[in-house]
């Protein structure tokens, strides 16, 4: 048996509503640091991305010693696009705690998560969190998480959860509104109260369910996961089987650690029940099990939800590559994606037959954003294609993946929202005030009909709407749905951009370059105001004469340019377009640079 009591506990919340600040204050307040000692915000938001994104990207496990107990704490991915994550991570957990924003309510994401826990039967406890915000609403948002609850068919231990409310930001919670705020010590409490200690069985040889995997450049592969009977010890010989019992690999155990705080501590022995980290294999991945040589049967684990969108990466081909990044050729591109796929199972890699072209699948635009985002931060150079959805054929019929979107939007704005949405396929399943002038409205729309909308939504709500979606079911195919309307401004010729020329462009449509932007032919400088692609000379300055006029040299007053972050320009594209990404730059361009290809192709394509 262990020599410390355990309790396992896994938080899960929507984005951004404060669990990794929460997690901040708990360790602070169990007397994990000196008084005195420096600390980050967002302790667990280890990667660059993260902290400035303020989102969580990967699962993390920590732990805290509170009154001779250790509690070991996950910290969850808010985000659906990183639920391949998620669904894994709840075997490691006996309890969870459910963290809801004071006014926004319960939301997508958190519905997601929360149903993956109570089919497993872990009892939640939940906190209404910011309940300092002028327009928190908490007991409205008590009796929604209730109703969220009985929609996910809790049983009626789940449905008789304690609730607390609380401040992680500022570290307090209470038990009822008007009790003295003072520290998280009640939470803390009941998680020891709550939470069951793991069931161990005693006798067994040792097994644990690999969850997590990582590469660290010392110790290489490190697969951490909860062990579920027996104990092990360093240099132990394993061996590692998959799902179906098969063999993957034997090996020995060449370092054993073990969670404190932020930091992996080497141990001697682990027992049932911790939360560990083992390093030594090379072959076993995620939800395989590791074990003694002697077991042969392996631990059940949740099948990880198929991909539903896929973006094409290949080489870049443009005039400006190999001038900002290092790695640019496709033999290491290839490499970069293998490895990924092989660490990140939620990720499929395939490549084209001639090896040129590599197809990766995720969960979501935002999954695949990051992982470009990150190699183009390794000093990768690459172009991407439009994000495509993944069909299926169930029965002989064509399934599409069907996404739940809920959207709260200013109530002025939401015919707009309506008829926008109902173009693009989709079908209205709620509308209900949320009070203070705004409305939540509930749809199920094809993910194919979501690629590029959020721009779209939010020039239409004026940037106050929040639109978060889910993936909910496949249907069957419901038709062609109308893309982007408006063509694009292309460049004529490779130099830089003249203020002069974009002055006088600017009727045409929305600019997306400034003066002395480095431009080449083909690549998209700009939106028509129509449908239609324009080809157009960006470059061309005024004509100098001797001859001067009052009032010719007019000042030129440019409008700032539309600024995209890679996911808006992952979802702006056409099929014929790419996004071209380089450590310093990201740039929009046409497949085909020059104008005759273009138009050969069209023609093909028209006749086809």
């Not at 997690?23 to 005195?36: A, H, T, Y």
């Not at 049983?155 to 038990?175: E, H, V």
């Not at 959207?407 to 109902?422: F, L, P, Q, T, W």
Request: glycine share 8%; net charge negative.
């Amino acid at each position: 048996m262990t020599q410390t009591p355990i309790r396992n506990i896994a938080i899960i919340a929507h984005v951004d509503h404060g669990k990794t600040t929460l997690i901040d204050n708990l360790m602070k307040q169990s007397g994990m640091f000196r008084e005195n000692q420096q600390t980050d915000e967002r302790m667990m938001d280890s990667n660059d991305l993260e902290k400035e994104r303020g989102i969580t990207i990967l699962a993390k496990p920590t732990s805290i010693q509170w009154k001779d107990v250790r509690i070991n704490i996950i910290d969850t991915p808010g985000h659906a696009d990183f639920g391949g994550e998620v669904e894994r991570v709840l075997h490691m957990a006996d309890g969870v705690i459910l963290l809801t924003d004071a006014a926004e309510g319960p939301m997508p994401q958190t519905k997601f998560v929360l149903g993956k826990a109570l089919k497993q039967g872990l009892r939640p406890i939940v906190i209404i969190n910011k309940i300092d915000r002028p327009d928190g609403r908490p007991e409205e948002v008590i009796d929604e998480v209730f109703d969220l609850f009985v929609s996910l068919d809790a049983n009626d231990a789940q449905l008789d959860f304690p609730i607390l409310y609380a401040s992680g930001r500022d570290g307090w919670c209470t038990k009822e509104l008007d009790e003295p705020r003072e520290n998280l010590t009640p939470l803390l409490d009941l998680v020891l109260d709550q939470v069951p200690a793991p069931n161990v069985t005693e006798g067994k040889p040792f097994a644990m369910l690999a969850t997590l995997l990582d590469s660290d450049p010392y110790l290489g592969r490190c697969l951490t996961g909860r062990v579920v009977h027996g104990s092990a010890k360093v240099n132990d010989a394993v061996k590692a089987i998959d799902l179906d019992g098969n063999l993957v690999e034997n090996g020995r155990l060449n370092k054993l650690l073990m969670f404190n705080g932020t930091e992996r501590v080497p141990v001697d022995e682990v027992h049932a029940g911790d939360i560990v980290c083992i390093a030594g294999l090379t072959k076993a991945s995620v939800a395989d099990t590791l074990c003694a040589p002697s077991v042969n049967d392996p631990i059940a684990s949740t099948p990880i939800d198929p991909p539903t969108m896929a973006v094409t990466i290949t080489v870049n081909d443009s005039p400006f590559a190999g001038q900002e990044g290092k790695k640019v050729t496709s033999t290491m591109i290839r490499q970069r994606l293998m490895d990924e796929a092989e660490v990140n199972v939620a990720i499929t890699f395939q490549e084209s037959a001639d090896k040129d072209a590599f197809e990766i699948g995720g969960r979501g635009e935002l999954q695949l954003g990051v992982l470009i985002e990150t190699m183009r931060r390794e000093g990768f150079e690459l172009t991407v294609s439009r994000p495509r959805v993944l069909m299926q054929e169930i029965d002989g019929v064509k399934m599409e993946p069907i996404e739940e979107v809920t959207i709260d939007v200013d109530e002025e704005y939401s015919s707009a929202v309506i008829d926008k949405m109902n173009r693009r396929k989709a079908e209205m399943i709620d509308m209900r005030s949320a009070g203070a002038g705004k409305s939540r409205i509930i749809f199920h729309a094809p993910s194919r009909g979501l690629i590029g909308y959020q721009s779209q939504f939010l020039t239409d709500t004026r940037g106050t709407g929040v639109m978060n979606r889910i993936f909910h079911e496949y249907a069957p195919y419901k038709g062609d749905i109308q893309q982007r309307r408006n063509g694009a401004l292309i460049s004529i010729d490779t130099g830089q951009a003249v203020a002069y020329a974009i002055f006088n462009l600017q009727d045409r449509g929305v600019m997306f370059v400034e003066h002395q932007t480095p431009v080449y032919e083909g690549m998209i400088i700009g939106e028509h105001n129509r449908e239609n692609d324009l080809e157009v000379n960006i470059q061309k300055g005024k004509k100098l004469t001797n001859m001067r006029a009052s009032g010719s040299d007019e000042a030129v007053t440019l409008v700032p340019p539309r600024k995209m972050s890679l996911e808006d320009m992952m979802s702006y594209i056409n099929d014929d377009e790419l996004v071209e990404v380089t450590p310093k730059s990201l740039r929009l361009r046409k497949q085909y640079l020059c104008p005759h290809e273009r138009k050969k192709r069209s023609r093909v394509s028209a006749a086809g």
